[in-house]
């Protein structure tokens, strides 16, 4: 067996190595967990890992949110400690199935509440282009490890951005899928009406096939659906006749960094180059009522999706002398302030006489946002935007400031509202951290992202190995 | 004054489907504890819930039976509250879109058929059992440790709610009897009160008679019988009134029936409204069943009982086709008379002497009862009662009964008659004194001494005649 280098080594080109009998199965997952062992002690991707490998095709990260049979599951929380599910998660037993050999379990903010990673009670995890930054969150322990070469790619859920948005800090492809292509059973539950999981790699191609290994129809889970078409691998590096449409208000966004926006536009600007026309669209309520709306239901499901967590049946359980004690003691000591925080904004949205105001009120804006993003796509292919108004902050930044923390997701909670894919991907770099490129597609349509995304991604010749090891 | 009683039932049917309502373990009793149970009814993280079809289709059926409109968009809420028997922290239940909205049932009286109003039936899971260990009886306070039983947890309910139509306890015992018969003949629950599969919530108010006023209601939980519900409420309606006419305000509160005493014990009121923080369940979609699906539902729903019972009342009486109806009798009467049986002494045989002896109605040879209803002045008592007493087994033909009869000599009969007045003095001057009730005190007594081979008619006419001389 030739010299692995994981750094750089694409998931496809694993493939290509275990089809040529260049490597074993065994071999590469060993490869992984040796650049695991090397690097994982500066960067804490892992919450755990696997030793023995189960599949003999390409490796796989799972966020710890994904229930993995017999491997303990802790979404990053305390309340979970030592739990270890008796089923597979639907998309764990699809990539088991693919023969995708577990790595382990990535870290991730608690309950993937949160866009640094920082609120994971097992420890921040840190950016491989600058370990005193955040990698994002909440699935930044999957986006550090596909970007540090700690596994050739791996597998995020999706709330308001959990895998565009570190996937953008970090340097990587990330996709957040339609709602309902990708089954969330045994995915640990943070907003029901929200979550998704979705594909973090190093190539477009990559993401879409492990987007074709995971998507389809559940019959575990009512609310996802058949793909109308099948996965197609984009091959094109031509983007002639692809209307792109940029939201005007993105322009009069001051969050967005200079730097950010440089490489933005420069990224537009190599997509005129490939023959695509660039536009303007008009999308006057998702960054003015995006946040507020994402910030009340999300908060909402979450306070009813937790409220399982009461030491009766597994996780943590501090004992009290009545029953009300013991899960008053056990939920103070087992969830963390961002949780808590969520917990208590989610019930305050619920609670009668506040319904109509909060969680309704935020419903129909959310119906509107659905209809404002149909009629922006109407007459064009892809919405484009950064993915994150920000490169990758210093860890500590943002952490007691839980406003400017959700402010992260300013441009990835929109669409997330909406239900539509998203893809992000890696367009340049400023201040020497990755900044990405975020492309918002119809429902269904993550093929045109994939399409529109690999041609990009040639032209701009991202180099996503770290400046600092290469 | 004179007052009026004001009712509304609250009434939970458990559906037997043979899996649980949002995951596919078995549903029902007696397996070990917390062995139907999987990730989905134990509420594990990521666990989905996914419809039962078959309770869907069970409850529009039940929606359709009760007149109700079946909605074309129904949706499943959470109704979020903390309890070890609730192991999501929310119940799935159908909240302000229901599947059934708007029926009715109706209630044959002597008069005309009184309309109780159905607000709404919706479909929700059921909770799981706790069993309280340690401390007083199966109580919590005082208790060491509560254990939880997850095999019932997840099971499909379905929630019935009257108006306020039901006037007296009686009536709503009548109404909940009709419900019952309707549920069991739709085969989608045993709806035993014992067992717990039908439990019977009771709101009660009272007002003046004549007033169309709404005053404070309270609720009755905990009785598990028909019987029960109405002395329940009967003791609800009198307390309310007394604490009218004394002056006194009822206050909304909801009380145990203690059967045992007959008495109602009032529970410890919470400080606090519960806030359920109901929202539409974003892990399902909503219930939207194709007309076609709604069409086949409705064909397949049977006559009403109140239906059968006004139709068969002419041949007898509201009284007893009340009971043929309600006690699932009436298809084995309607067979029987069409066989050529009498009416009233088809009905009296059936309401009496064959579930006296315990017999299946529905394995009855109709043909076979009608020959004996017949032959029953006939044939000797002793013969008939046994014929009937086997009538459900299989092959049972009535002809070597039919060839018995009964000693209708009155020679032989005569002196019989005689050593049995002269034993009873007491009873025959009491009957020639008027108490002519006792007429049957003394036929019984001959029928026992003759074993049941005498013909009861000819005892009859002949103690008569005796007594009369």
């Not at chain 2, 609800?236 to 145990?256: A, C, K, N, P």
Request: glycine share 10%; charged share 25%.
């Amino acid at each position: 067996m030739s010299e692995l280098d994981t750094r750089s080594l694409t998931a496809e080109q694993a493939l290509g190595l275990l089809e040529r009998k260049e490597v074993s199965g065994a071999e590469l997952h060993r490869a992984y967990l040796d650049a695991v062992a090397e690097r994982d002690d500066e960067l804490h991707c892992y919450l755990r890992t696997v030793d023995a490998p189960v599949g003999d095709s390409v490796p796989i990260a799972l966020k710890d949110v994904i229930s993995t049979k017999g491997i303990e599951t802790t979404a990053g929380s305390r309340i979970l400690e030592g739990y270890t599910p008796v089923f597979d998660a639907t998309v764990a037993a699809r990539v088991k199935a693919a023969g995708l050999s577990l790595l382990g379990k990535t870290n991730t903010d608690e309950f993937a509440m949160g866009s640094s990673t920082e609120n994971s009670a097992w420890g921040p995890s840190r950016n491989p282009w600058d370990p005193s930054r955040v990698p994002g969150g909440s699935g930044g322990g999957t986006a550090a490890a596909v970007s540090a070469g700690l596994a050739p790619w791996g597998l995020g859920s999706d709330t308001g951005g959990s895998v565009k948005q570190p996937s953008a800090l970090c340097g990587n492809v990330g996709l957040r899928p339609t709602y309902g292509t990708v089954s969330r059973y045994g995915v640990v539950a943070f907003a029901s009406s929200l979550d998704q999981v979705g594909p973090v790699a190093k190539t477009v191609r990559d993401v879409a096939l492990l987007y074709t290994i995971i998507a389809g129809r559940d019959p575990l889970d009512s609310t996802t659906a058949e793909l109308p078409e099948s996965v197609e691998l984009p091959e094109s590096d031509s983007l002639a006749g692809v209307r792109l449409a940029v939201p005007k208000q993105v322009a009069d966004l001051d969050a967005i960094e200079p730097g950010v926006r440089a490489a933005f536009e420069s990224a537009l600007e190599t997509a005129r180059g490939l023959g695509a026309e660039v536009g303007e669209c008009d999308l006057p309520l998702a960054y003015r009522y995006g946040m507020p709306c994402y910030y009340l239901v999300a908060p909402a499901e979450a306070s009813s999706n937790l409220a399982r967590y009461d030491g009766v049946r597994y996780g943590l359980r501090v004992e009290g002398a009545t029953y009300g004690e013991m899960v008053d003691r056990t939920r103070d000591e087992g969830f963390g302030p961002e949780p808590k925080r969520r917990i208590m904004l989610g019930t305050y949205a619920l609670a009668s006489g506040y319904y109509d105001a909060f969680y309704g009120q935020a419903q129909k804006v959310r119906t509107l946002l659905i209809r404002e993003h149909r009629d922006a796509l109407a007459g064009f292919d892809a919405i484009v935007t950064p993915t994150s108004p920000t490169v990758a902050f210093p860890i500590g930044d943002k952490a007691a400031d839980p406003l400017a923390m959700y402010a992260c997701d300013l441009l990835t909670i929109p669409s997330c509202l909406a239900g539509l894919p998203g893809l992000s991907l890696p367009c340049g770099l400023s201040e020497g951290l990755p900044v990405g490129l975020q492309l918002i597609g119809r429902q269904f349509g993550e093929n045109g992202l994939f399409r529109v995304g690999h041609a990009l991604e040639g032209a701009l010749g991202f180099d996503t190995v770290p400046e600092r090891s290469r | 004054m004179s007052w009026e009683p004001v009712i509304g039932l609250e009434i939970h049917v458990q559906l037997k489907t043979r899996t649980k309502m949002f995951c596919r373990c078995l549903a029902g009793f007696g397996a070990g504890e917390n062995t139907q149970t999987c990730p989905v009814c134990l509420g594990f993280p990521g666990a989905l819930p996914v419809m039962n079809r078959t309770a869907i289709e069970w409850t529009m059926k039940l929606g359709l039976a009760l007149d109700c409109e079946i909605a074309e968009h129904a949706v499943f809420a959470r109704k979020n509250y903390f309890y070890p028997d609730l192991p999501k922290g929310y119940q799935i239940s159908q909240y302000d879109l229901p599947s059934c909205i708007g029926g009715k049932v109706l209630l044959p009286t002597a008069e005309s058929d009184r309309v109780i109003g159905i607000v709404r039936a919706h479909l929700e899971e059921d909770a799981a059992k706790i069993v309280h260990v340690g401390g007083r009886s199966g109580r919590i306070g005082g208790a060491e440790a509560s254990l939880v039983d997850y095999n019932r947890g997840g099971t499909p309910l379905v929630e019935i709610v009257t108006a306020p139509d039901i006037r007296s306890a009686e009536e709503a015992k009548r109404f909940l009897q009709l419900l019952r018969q309707t549920i069991v003949e739709l085969g989608i629950s045993d709806a035993e009160m014992e067992k717990g599969t039908l439990r019977v919530d009771a709101n009660v108010s009272v007002r003046p008679a004549g007033s169309d006023e709404l005053r404070t209601r309270t609720e009755i939980k905990n009785m598990n019988s028909f019987n029960f519900i109405a002395r329940g409420i009967d003791t609800e309606i009198e307390r309310q009134i007394g604490v009218w006419e004394s002056g006194g305000e009822v206050e909304q509160q909801t009380y145990d029936f203690d059967a045992a005493t007959g008495t109602l014990t009032a529970r410890r009121s919470k400080e606090e409204a519960d806030d359920y923080r109901y929202f539409p369940e974003p892990d399902l979609v909503p219930v939207e069943p194709a007309s076609e699906l709604v069409d086949a539902l409705r064909s397949e729903i049977p006559e009403s009982p109140a239906a059968r019972i006004r139709r068969i009342e002419p041949a007898l009486d509201l009284e007893r086709a009340t009971v043929l109806v309600t006690g699932g009798l009436d298809r084995l009467w309607d067979e029987t008379t069409a066989a050529g049986a009498d009416d009233v002494a088809t009905a009296n045989v059936i309401a009496n002497t064959l579930v006296g002896a315990g017999v299946d109605p529905d394995a009855v040879p109709a043909a076979e009862l009608a020959k004996l209803v017949e032959a029953r002045d006939r044939i000797p008592r002793g013969a008939f009662d046994e014929a009937i007493s086997k009538l459900g087994e299989p092959g049972f033909t009535a002809d070597p009964y039919l060839a018995q009869e009964s000693v209708a000599d009155t020679d032989e009969l005569g002196p019989v008659v005689d050593r049995i007045l002269e034993a009873s003095p007491g009873q025959v001057a009491a009957y020639r004194g008027g108490k002519e009730g006792l007429l049957g005190f003394f036929v019984g007594q001959v029928m026992k001494e003759t074993q049941g081979k005498a013909n009861p008619r000819v005892v009859n006419d002949l103690v008569r005649e005796k007594l009369d001389a």
